[in-house]
Every structure is written in C-alpha cells, then in structure tokens.
C-alpha cells in the first residue's frame, strides 16, 4: 500500500526497529567517548589489539579472495548480467558514476595518506629495512601502491554486486544489505536477524567514516593553522567540523543528483588541478619514475607483501597497515556496495566492476604518485624533513610541512583544505544517504528517503567524528577503523554467497546471458 503519497509499495517512514536500536548504541559509545576519552580509549586498544594480533591474518585471505571475485565476475558470462532492463541506459554518465563513487570511497583520507603512509613506511619500514635506507625509499611506494589498489577497491566492487542484484532484477522494495541475505536466512532475513544485521552495518559505517572525518578534520586545522599563522587548536577543529556541517547540510536538502553528484564532481576537478599543479611544478621526472619503479616492484613482490604477517619477531608492520587496511576496506565494503547499487541502475556486472576497479585505482594511484612522490623526493633531497616532523608532532603536521615546501606552497595549503572539506562533506552525505536508504520502510528505485531522515543520520554521525576527534591521534582513528571492519565481513559473507544462491535460482547465466556461440 502506498504511503505518504509516495507510490504503491513505497513506505519512506523510518523504521523503528533499525533506527531505535542503532541510535541508543551510538550515543552511548559518543557519551563514553567524550566524557570517558581515557578509558574509552583505552578499551578500544585492548579490544583491538587481541583481535588484530588473533584472526587479522583472515582479513588478507579475504581480501585476495575479493581480487579473485572481481576478476571473475568480469570476465566470466556473469559479467553481461545487467541492472536494469535490457534496453537502460546508464542513470549518470560515467565521469559523474566514477566520481561518485570515488568521492565516497575514499573521501579526504586519500589526500593525507598519500602524504602519511609514505612517511611512515620511512620511518618504520617493512621487510626490516633499516630507516631512511636505500631499501625503505624502495618498499614505501610500493606497499601504498599494494594498500590503496587491490587492497581496496574489490571489496567494494564484489559487494555491490549482489545488492544491485536484488535490488533492479528481483525487485525488493529497500536498499538494505540484509536484502541480500534472504535468500541464505528466508523471512528472517525480515525479522529480527535482518534488524540485527542492519543495526551492526549502520554502527560499523558510523565508526568507519568517524574515522575518516578523526583524519581530515585535525589536518584541515593543521592547514589552516599555516595559511593564518595561528597555533592548531580543538577550538579550530570545530569550526571545521562545522562548515563541513553547513556543506553536507546543504547537500543533503539537495538531494542525489544536485547534492552529491555536484559536489563529487567538483571536488574531482580540484583534484585533478592540485594534482598537475605539483606534478608540473615538482620533480616531474622523479615522480614518473618512482611510481614506476615501486609499480614494478609491488608486481614483483606482490604475493610475499600481501601475505606477509612477520610470524618471527614482534614487529607490527603488517598489522598496523596491510591488516589495518584490508579491515578498514570491509568496513567500506557494504556502505559502498549499497551507494554504487544506488548509482548503477542501467550498467552491467562488468562494467560495474571493470569501470569501478580501472577508475578507482587510477585515482588513487595518480593521487598517490604525485603527493607520495613529491614527498620522498622533498624528504631524500633535504627540502624538508618530513619524517623528523612526523615523529616530534604527528601525521598533519608533516603534511602541513610537506605541502609548504611546493612553490607558492600557503595557496596549495588553501586548495587543500577546500578540497578536503568537500570531500569529507560528500563522504558525510553519501554515509548519511546510504543508512537512510537501509533504515526506510520501503525504498524502490527512483526515490530517495526523506530529507529529515538523511539529515538525522548526517547529525548522529557528526557526533561520533566529535568523539574521534576528542580522542587524538591515529590510533583511536585506526581502532574506528579496524573495529567497524570486525562488524562488517558477515554481512559481506552473506552477501557473497546470496549472489551465487540467487543467480542460480534464477537461471541467471541462460535468463539475462546471450549464449554461447
């Protein structure tokens, strides 16, 4: 039955027994957060530490198995399964579908680690290399290329699949990730283990973009702080976290189209400008041919970086980064296939997954190659020490330091914090659109839940980056992360294996396949 004069078999009222529950739990962990910072702190480390150092291992296989799904999917006939009627085209173009979607999936994160992570890699490099060595300049790029490529991207690919799925070819009626669930768990899918389910996806989103927003916020600060010449302050933090308010705010009254696609587009545009800005005024041939060399060297060394757990000392590399990556990309994994299935009405399974991978992986990688390279030039030359500046102040500062160092290095700064704080908005609304989406009623294709109800989401999740950012540091940052991944890979699990029940209930490969010749 029609409600709110929306159509028949559409019901955007929120659904109580999502909201309710998932509402209480996340106020509670924010009021601990910030009135208990020390203690909450502490227990989340305890909590992570036992879980990463006992079944993180799993998380690499996982990920492997997703590379090995997405090549699959794309090259076998399920790839010409199509989301959509036959004859669809595509909702958006495919500037604005890949924008989108790597607006959401990697949001202001990409631009501080491009930075971060390579300094870290020279400061605590993997495979023992000694610090600053030869052979640290050699494994840094190579494990961001690893981390920010098949690390990441197949995750997101692999699990949007079956939720398109269920959603433009069996016609369920919401946007949820337990939707894909039913054909494991039948109506109970729709009963109390499909309320839970929800509940554990819209808590483990929460932590994984308040970790996202613990990153970008501090370095906007940091930037900030450069530009005007006044000390960081927590006072500056929420100023910023404010105007991201007022951009998602607007965003959100705005809507899909006019909302998050306006602002992912525009946001890539001043990407792609920062980008051949340092490209052009930077260490052009250097930065060609270190993204090059530690290309060909993550190829060569891919299977022993992807695996390797250091079993023999008490080293902590691959848990502090390839594990922490593979969890904070589950975590990513349904939020993203459930925004992409928003997005992908009218594409099929491979260019879904094709178009996701080359265009995601370019990004990032482009991204990853001029920033990264610039600094391990800039640190290798003496233009700035970066890593001195990483280990006496933290993260934000050796990138504030990094950034200053390029010609006209304060309008740089400028763009980076426009550039960051639209990404951390669209991260924002797209988090707030896609738990909207799963905590509606009933939600077909060609509408979108309320505006009150995105905002609501936007507000709660606001609340926990306040708690993140209360907290301090990378490791709070790292634990969201790690810990929202932990909730996420059921859900995954399930999903996975409800594409390959559901494809072959539905005769799949001969109904919606052209035959072999």
């Known amino acids: 039955m029609a409600q709110n004069g929306t159509g028949e078999g559409v019901d955007l009222r929120p659904d109580k027994k999502i909201l309710i529950p998932a509402t209480l739990v996340l106020i509670v962990i924010i009021a601990c957060s910030i009135l208990f910072t020390e203690q909450s702190e502490n227990f989340l480390k305890t909590v992570y530490g036992v879980f990463a150092h006992t079944t993180g291992t799993w998380y690499l296989w996982a990920s492997v198995g997703m590379m090995i799904l997405s090549c699959y999917f794309m090259f076998s006939r399920y790839g010409e399964i199509k989301f959509g009627e036959e004859d669809e085209k595509p909702e958006f173009n495919n500037y604005s579908w890949i924008a989108m979607m790597f607006c959401s999936g990697v949001a202001g994160a990409v631009m501080f680690w491009s930075i971060v ?46 939720i398109c799925y269920m959603y433009y070819k069996r016609k369920k009626p919401v946007l949820r990730i337990s939707s894909t669930a039913e054909p494991i768990l039948g109506k109970r899918a729709n009963g109390g283990i499909g309320k839970g389910i929800e509940v554990f996806f819209i808590i483990g989103l929460m932590f994984s973009n308040a970790a996202v927003m613990g990153v970008s916020v501090p370095i906007v600060n940091h930037a900030l702080g450069a530009v005007l010449g006044i000390e960081p302050s927590f006072t500056m933090e929420l100023i910023v976290l404010a105007v991201s308010a007022v951009i998602f705010t607007a965003s959100v009254s705005l809507g899909l189209k006019k909302g998050i696609k306006l602002l992912s587009d525009t946001n890539v545009i001043i990407a792609l400008a920062m980008v051949f800005f340092c490209f052009i005024v930077g260490p052009t041939v250097f930065i060609v041919d270190n993204f090059t060399s530690s290309f060909g060297h993550m190829l060569n060394n891919f299977w022993g970086m992807i695996f390797w757990t250091d079993p023999y000392t008490k080293g902590s590399f691959p848990q502090d980064w390839t594990i922490f990556y593979a969890l904070w990309m589950a975590s990513y994994g349904p939020f993203m296939g459930l925004f992409i299935a928003r997005i992908s009405r009218g594409r099929s399974v491979r260019q879904v997954v094709a178009m996701g991978l080359a265009g995601g992986i370019a990004g990032s990688y482009m991204i990853h190659a001029v920033f990264g390279g610039y600094t391990m030039y800039a640190q290798l030359n003496g233009i700035v020490d970066a890593v001195g500046v990483l280990k006496a102040s933290g993260g934000p500062a050796a990138l504030v330091a990094t950034l200053q160092s390029l010609p006209m290095g304060h309008l740089v700064l400028i763009g980076y914090c426009v550039f960051s704080t639209i990404f951390l908005a669209t991260s924002v609304d797209s988090c707030a659109y896609v738990i909207s989406c799963a905590a509606t009623t009933k939600l077909e294709p060609g509408h979108e839940p309320t505006r009150g109800h995105r905002f609501y989401w936007a507000v709660i999740q606001a609340g926990l980056a306040l708690a993140a950012i209360t907290m301090g540091g990378l490791g709070p940052v790292k634990i969201f992360a790690n810990f929202s991944g932990a909730l996420m890979l059921i859900p995954i699990a399930f999903a996975i294996a409800a594409w390959f029940k559901m494809t072959k209930e539905d005769n799949a490969l001969v109904k919606y396949c052209k035959p072999k010749d």
């Open 117 to 162: 992570e390579p300094l870290f890699n020279l400061a605590y490099p993997p495979k023992f290399a000694e610090p600053l060595s030869r052979q640290s300049f050699e494994w840094a790029m190579s494990y961001v290329l690893l981390h920010w490529g098949p690390v990441t991207w197949p995750w997101y690919m692999v699990t949007a699949l079956p």
